[in-house]
Every structure is written in C-alpha cells, then in structure tokens.
C-alpha cells in the first residue's frame, strides 16, 4: 500500500472550484451558451428542412468536385441514401449539423492556433502537452463541469468535440507550417515579402495538403464523439446508438452505428480528396 | 570622382557569432584568438570575423571560399537575412544595419535581389508567377508584372514555358527562372548566392556565358558566391578569397592568379592550373 | 498416439482435480452481488453486503454491468444478489420472475416514487436568494400548459423544456406517454438527458443557480434528500392507465400516477434454496424513505465511498436493522464495526 501520510487529493479543491463556478458565473456561461446554440439551430433547420433529395444532390455535387470520379460519388450519394433508407435521415441531419458546427469551431480555433505554435517554439513546447491532455482526457470527466455551465444539449457537446477534435489540426497545421522549404522562405523573405505575403502567398498554401489532413482527421474525431455527444443530451445518430446499448437491441445499435460509419465514410472521402486535388495541382 | 561614390556597398568591421555567448565571444575574438578555439571554449560559431572590403557599382564580385569559410553568411548580410553581432554595412553610403522592418522591406524590394542555390522558388505556382514575384510583392499592377515577367522569360530563354510548374523543369531551367525572378524587379544589385553549383557543367558553363552576357548591357552590381575558382576566374572582376570568416585576399583574377596573398589561395590557384595541363 | 491419449487423459483428470474443490464445496464460494452504480443501490448493496459477511459469516463479492446485463446474470445465477430491484418494470426481470428463476425479496424502501419535479421556490420562491415565485399556482401536471414559458427551451425557445430520463430507461417511454397523455407535448420539448449523470447535473446546476427546472426523478435518490423539491400532483394510480403509459405504441395513452415502486432485493433461485437464513433476513429490511434520502445526499455531498458510508449508517441507526436480522447476527455486526 502507498503510505497514507504521502497521499493527498485535489478532488475537494476542484468540486468547490466548479460548485462556486456554477454558482457565480453560470449565467453568464449560459449567455454564451445561447450565442453558440442560435447558430447551431439555425444551420440543424436549414438541413432538415432541405428535401432529401436534393441534400443527396448537393452532396453528389460535392462528391464530384472533389473526387471526379463518377464511381466515387455514386458511392457516397448511395450510401447516404440508405441511410434514408432505414429511416434515420433525421437523425443523420441532427448529427450533420452538429459536426459541421464543430468542425468550423476547430478550424477557427485550430489553423490560428496552429499558425502560432509554428512561429514561437516557446507556445509551441506549452501547447503540444495541452494537446496531449485534451486527446487522452476521458471526455466525462470535463464533460460534466461544461454541461453544468453551458446546460444540456448541443453546446456542451459541441465544446467537448472540439475539445477532443481539434488537437490534430493544431498538430498538422503547425508540422504544415514548419515543413515549407526554408530556402523558399528565406527567398520570399529576399524579395521584401511581409508578414501577411509570407503566411498566405506561400505559407498556408504550401501547408495545404498537412492542413487537408488535419481537417479531415478533424472530422473523423469529430464523429467519434458523437455518442458522447449524445450522452449528454445532443439529438441525432447517437442516440440511437445509446439506447441500443441500454436496451440490449443490438440491431438498433448497429444500424445507428453504420450510419455513423457512411457519414464518416462520405466526409473522409470528400475531404481526402480535397487534399488531394490541390497536393496534385502543384505537378 | 572620389573612391567613395564608386563604393556600391560597403562592409565595415562585420564579425557575426552564432550561440547565446555573443559578448564573451566578442571579447575572446578580439584578443585574437581563432575560430576553433572560440568553438572549443564557448561552443559559439564564429561565421564572419572583422571583415570589411568595398563592392564597386557594376561589377561582378565573386567572393570564394571552401564550404564554411562564411561565404554564404556574409552574403547574407548584404540583404540582412542575416544580422552581424557588430560592425556596419552600407549599401549606397547608407548604414542598411539602421533600417527598421519597413524600411528593410523597402530596401529588399527595390535594391537588392537574390538568387538561390536551390532555386528557392515557389513550388505552387507557374513560371510566370514566379518571375513576377518580387514585382507582385511591392505592389505592381497584374498587366505590368505580366509583361515584365514575359520579358524577362524570354531573356533567360524560357518562352513557351509560361504556365509550367516548377516540378516540371529541369534543374537549368529551374535557376534561369531564379535568375529572371531575380532580374525582373530591375534593382541594383544582385546576389547569387552558389547559383550555378547545383548544375552539371555543361550548363553551368552556358549559365555563366548568359550571365555574362546579359551582365554587358545591364551593368548591374552582381556579388557571386562560389567554391569553384574556374567560375571565379571565369565571371568575376575581382575576387575576395574568405577563410575561417576572415578576409585573406582582394584582387583581380590575374593578381590572384599571379600571387596569391598565402598557401590556402595558393592550394586554389595550384588546382586551378593543374585541371588547365 | 496412445501416448497423446495417455497425455490428454492426465491433462484433463488435472484440471478435473484442479476444478473440484471449487464445484464439490459451493459454500465457499462467495455470494455475487450486482454492482449497482446508482447511490441508492449501491449503498444498500453495501449494508448487505456488511450484514451478510460480518452477521452470516458469507463471502461476498460484487460484479459490474449495466441493469438489464445485471438481471440476465442473476436469472442465469451468475450473479446472485441485486441488492435493489425495481420489480416489475423491465421485461428481463418479469420473464425469469414468471419462470420461478428470479425472486424479488422483501419490501425494502416503502414509498419508493418517481414523477415529475420543480424545485419548491419555483412555485413559493425564496426570499433568501431573491428568488421570486415564478409559478406559483403550479401544484399538478395540469397546470404545467400555463408556465411553458418558465421552463423555456433555449434550443426551441417556443416552447417548454421537460427533462425526460435518458432513453433507454423504462422510465423515458412512460414520461413520453404521459406528455401526451397531459396534452403537453405541443408545449414542451420532450428532453432526453442522455445518462443519469446529465440529467443530475443539469438539475443541480439550475438549483444552484435558482433557475426553474422541470424534469423527471425518482426516490430514493440523494437528490430528493438534498433539495427542497415539489413534486407535481398526478391523477390517482390507475391499471388500465397505466398499462397505455407503459405501451410505447399507444396513441391514446391515458394519464396516472407511476405504478407504486416496489423495490425490492433480487435473489437467483438456487441462492434461496441454500441460504434460507439470508433469505429471511432480505425479507424483513426495511429501509425508511426520508432517512435513506437525507443518508443519501450526505454520502453524495461529502463524496463518500458506499462502503464507508454503510458502515457508518449501520453504526448510527442500529434500532433500524437489528430488526431485521437474528440477535446473533446483529451482535456479531455490531462487534465487527466495534472492532474496526
């Protein structure tokens, strides 16, 4: 056994930290709250009350500009049908938006970020462990104290997606960043190229393809957390899948799960190949 | 016309030290002591060692070396890519080390240009973009870098390859686009730092003949780096011999030829007429 | 080959030998107990267990798993004990009930309820705070249409929001029904929280903050023992009633009161045929509503293991357990804590 006179606990410490949080400044939280909820509801209502077919032609659309390959995009458009198919179209919507939401967040917050630690190895060295933290954290353990000051539902789940998601494209941004050839910095440099020149003349454009990946990879974790999300209140596949789980009905589970899986499938392949597309222009 | 006006630039007392112990090193370099003994003491490099010498308005000024002689750090100043630790640089009678970041970047855009060994060009654009890149940056509108760029790429002989991307020339054609990047923002000077050793001969030597030619009605000031005596000879009209960041020898290329200031020139010159029998 | 025979046969009259002891003497194995996770559960699970070591002399030990995988385990007797069972609710525990597999023992928490709750200064305020009363004529499920708007949805601001329990409960179909059934699933959004520790932490977070909250519960919880709650009126228990509330199908579901809890502590058939003592002790616990709640929400706010926390209770209420169990045992429990 640990001796007991060398052991000690933050645990008191930190629940009084959280219970005055809440006490004190939760209204403001839930303001903030609100903020983020009004965009999410507007952008869930715009794609559920888009008809299906023509959400499955946008899709094909976008299937095709990134890809150009009509296999391809018959694939993605084909599976996203049967998820219809099963009856979870809504649910697949709910699921759609709240990813959508949280992936603009990560890009926000991620490619500046990302951009930061790529300058300055000093934010760069208190960054990576963060990163570290956010991606091996169990998603509960912040999850409550966020729910508890941002409320139940989509926020709180948003904000533990990013949480979880936005680590990679901090990652892939920065190593984008710093594997643009030297010489071709210290070139643009020569020509009298400023700060806003380098970084979005060449930098970021050069960075492109590491950043595509970042985003794709994004989205991917993104997904994953999408039962989490639901866990917490958030609407859509994920719930399907939970109560699967607590009901011992395995084939609910599964299908909500496959569903979860094709829209995994369709986002990788689009932005996999927008990666790609631009990676390929450079030949 | 008095030596100074002939003076395009001016190196006064450069010493640059890489390593956190810049003032240490100062102290020890100044009561004479060598590069590596600065390395073993204080782990500091030593690039540049009190360097000074004059570059004339028009001509072709090789500086040589063996590689880390701190060729490519001096040359690096001119354009402050690279700071020195202590000492003063002017560019047309005026200190360039007193500039701020705006008036640096001024400076880059409108005096002095570059040309890199590996070309250093940008890989997501076309011929055309990267000729007008340093036009681009200070501002030009898109039809005069258009034309400028045309005309400069048929001038280093690229017509027709326009619109290509980088990765599709060949090592020559990649550097002819460096030295038409180079020559179409119509500045003063011109440093080319190891430009054509990256080639194989035969079109290192015809990049030489193009340099010189176009060098006959341009009349720029051009400072070329360079480890090869043979280009040295060849290109330059007068060569500084750099070893260890210190200066050992100015001249023509007959003075250096002729008599060369100690045994490390004279190891150059020695090869030099050996490859010649 | 004879040799592999000879081999095989060695081999397995080992391992024959190594399983006996275990299968010839089913007296020292230990008595499984379902690890409940819930507060209520586990601290009653914990007070049996203690009893049943220290009183009975019986090994225990517990087992993970989620409810329903709880009451398949003890119906298969992999398990032998679930030390609080909602009887009757989930088709698991009814089928192996009815198959004599199962047996739900004792009454154990008498007044055991769930329904729908608002904290107490919603309806009456509190000065203390500056709370005023946002709803003060709300007392049953029928008034609930005329204060959508204090419990307004931020996610669907035209309407209420109810905090319904995670789906996957028994609990989330019958609160489903019964909106409908109130006529108020126009006006409220019927809310599921995802997992108990949402739904707990959303309520806890409004009542910290004074904000009005509406949502399912149940007793005994710690919850109900820390906050001053009302729980809203509902028509008088019907059965017919009830059976459309449990139908998630039914369209036409007729309100009631939740069917009475009975909870009770679940035993796996072969356990009551070889612990007859144990038996008739489960059957005599008793466990009074409000001093389990504010037991409860003491072990929840001072953060204590379920296991202190039922030592501690078995020290300081011995007149409520010594009644359930022989005088003998209950001197051996009370040397034991003595002892500790």
Redesign the interface.
């Known amino acids: 056994m640990f001796p007991e006179n060398l052991t000690f606990s933050i645990?008191?410490w930190v629940?009084d930290g959280v219970?005055a949080l809440?006490?004190n400044y939760?209204?403001v939280f839930?303001h903030i709250?609100?903020t983020l909820?009004w965009a999410i509801?507007n952008l869930e209502t715009l794609l559920r009350l888009t008809p299906w077919w023509l959400m499955l032609a946008i899709v094909g659309a976008i299937g095709w500009h990134a890809t150009r390959k009509i296999l391809s995009t018959l694939l993605i458009v084909g599976l996203l049908f049967l998820v219809g198919a099963v009856g979870l179209w809504d649910k697949l919507m709910q699921t759609l938006a709240l990813m959508m939401v949280a992936t603009v967040i990560s890009v926000l917050l991620g490619i500046p970020l990302g951009i930061l630690a790529a300058r300055s190895n000093r934010l760069r060295a208190v960054m990576m462990p963060l990163l570290d933290i956010m991606q091996t954290m169990p998603s509960?353990v912040y999850l409550?104290p966020v729910?508890?000051?941002f409320?139940?539902?989509?926020v709180p789940a948003i904000f533990a997606t990013v949480i979880y998601a936005v680590p990679p494209l901090i990652r892939l941004t920065d190593l984008g960043l710093r594997q643009v050839d030297r010489e071709v910095m210290e070139a643009i440099n020569a020509f009298g190229a400023n700060p806003w020149q380098q970084l979005f003349g060449v930098q970021l454009p050069l960075a492109m393809p590491s950043i595509m990946a970042g985003i794709n990879q994004t989205t991917m974790m993104a997904l994953s957390m999408v039962v989490i999300a639901?866990?917490?209140?958030?609407?859509g596949l994920g719930?399907d899948v939970?109560?699967g789980?607590?009901?011992?009905n395995v084939g609910k589970g599964l299908e909500a799960g496959l569903a979860i899986v094709i829209l995994a499938v369709v986002i990788d392949r689009i932005t996999q190949a927008y990666g790609r597309t631009r990676h390929g222009e450079q030949k | 016309m008095t030596p100074v006006a002939l003076d395009k630039i001016e190196v006064r007392n450069v010493f640059k030290v890489f390593g956190s112990r810049e003032k240490e090193v100062m102290t020890l370099l100044r009561e004479g002591l060598k590069k590596e003994q600065v390395l073993a003491q204080t782990g500091c490099v030593v690039g540049v060692n009190d360097l000074s010498l004059s570059i004339r308005a028009g001509e072709v000024f090789v500086i040589m070396g063996l590689s880390g002689s701190g060729k490519s750090t001096l040359v690096r100043h001119l354009n402050r890519l690279i700071d020195p630790t202590s000492g003063q640089i002017l560019v047309d009678g005026e200190n360039i080390l007193d500039y701020d970041m705006p008036a640096l970047r001024q400076f880059r855009r409108h005096k002095i240009s570059m040309v890199f060994q590996g070309f250093g060009l940008l890989p997501h654009r076309n011929v055309l973009e990267n000729v007008a890149y340093g036009l681009k940056v200070r501002g030009e509108s898109k039809g005069q870098c258009n034309e400028r760029a045309r005309h400069w790429i048929s001038m280093v002989g690229l017509q027709g390859y326009e619109q290509a991307f980088v990765q599709q020339l060949s090592g020559g054609m990649r550097q002819r686009v460096g030295l038409a990047r180079a020559l179409a923002t119509d500045t003063d000077i011109i440093l080319m730092d190891e430009a054509f050793s990256a080639l194989d001969p035969l079109i290192r030597a015809e990049m030489q003949d193009q340099l010189l030619e176009l060098q006959r009605t341009l009349e720029k000031t051009i400072v070329f780096i360079t480890h090869d005596l043979d280009e040295a000879l060849r290109i330059g009209n007068r060569i500084a011999m750099l070893k260890d960041g210190q200066l050992i020898q100015v001249g023509t290329p007959q003075e250096i030829l002729l008599s060369p200031a100690d045994d490390y020139v004279e190891r150059f010159v020695q090869r030099h007429r050996a490859r010649l029998i | 080959m004879n040799n592999l025979k000879q081999w095989l046969g060695g081999t397995l009259l080992a391992l024959g030998i190594a399983t006996q002891p275990v299968l010839a003497a089913p007296a020292a194995a230990p008595v499984h107990f379902g690890d409940i996770t819930w507060e209520s559960g586990s601290l009653i699970t914990e007070v049996l267990r203690l009893i049943t070591e220290k009183g009975y002399g019986v090994a225990t030990d517990t087992l993970p798993g989620?409810t329903?995988?709880l009451e398949a385990a003890l119906a298969k007797n992999d398990i032998q004990v679930i030390g609080e069972e909602w009887a009757g609710r989930s088709p698991v525990w009814v089928k192996a009930e009815a198959e004599g597999k199962v047996f739900g023992l004792g009454d154990i928490v008498k007044n055991a309820s769930e329904g729908w709750w608002v904290p107490e200064y919603v309806v009456k305020g509190d000065p203390e705070k500056g709370i005023k009363a946002v709803a003060p004529d709300l007392k049953s499920v029928k008034d609930l249409a005329r204060y959508k708007e204090v419990f307004r949805d931020?996610?669907?601001p035209s309407r209420g929001r109810f905090?319904n329990s995670?789906?996957?409960?028994t609990s989330e179909i019958v609160n489903s029904q019964k909106l409908k059934a109130y006529g108020l699933d126009k006006d409220f959004v019927n809310?599921?929280?995802?997992?108990g520790?949402?739904l707990d932490?959303?309520v806890?977070?409004s009542i910290?903050?004074g904000k009005p909250v509406l949502f399912y519960y149940w007793s005994p919880t710690p919850l109900i023992g820390r906050y001053k709650l009302i729980k809203l009126e509902e028509p008088a228990f019907d059965a017919e009633a009830w059976k459309t509330l449990a139908d998630a199908s039914n369209p036409n579901p007729k309100g009631t009161s939740s069917l009475p809890a009975k909870l009770a502590i679940g035993v796996s058939a072969p356990f009551k045929a070889q612990y007859p003592q144990l038996v008739e002790f489960y059957e005599k616990v008793d466990f009074p509503i409000d001093l389990l709640n504010t037991t409860l929400a003491r072990m929840s706010e001072k953060?204590t293991e379920p296991r202190k926390a039922a030592e501690a209770f078995l020290r300081e209420q011995p007149q409520i357990w010594h009644a359930w169990v022989t005088p003998d045992a209950a001197a051996k429990v009370d040397a034991a804590l003595k002892a500790d």
């Open positions: 645990a008191g629940n219970d809440v006490s939760g209204d839930r709250s609100d909820l509801i509960f409550i729910l508890m000051l409320g139940l539902g989509k639901s866990m917490i209140g958030a609407r719930e939970l109560v789980i607590q009901t011992l | 989620s329903v995988s931020q996610e669907d905090l995670p789906t996957g409960w809310f599921r929280t995802g997992s520790a949402a932490a959303e806890s977070s910290r903050r953060r």
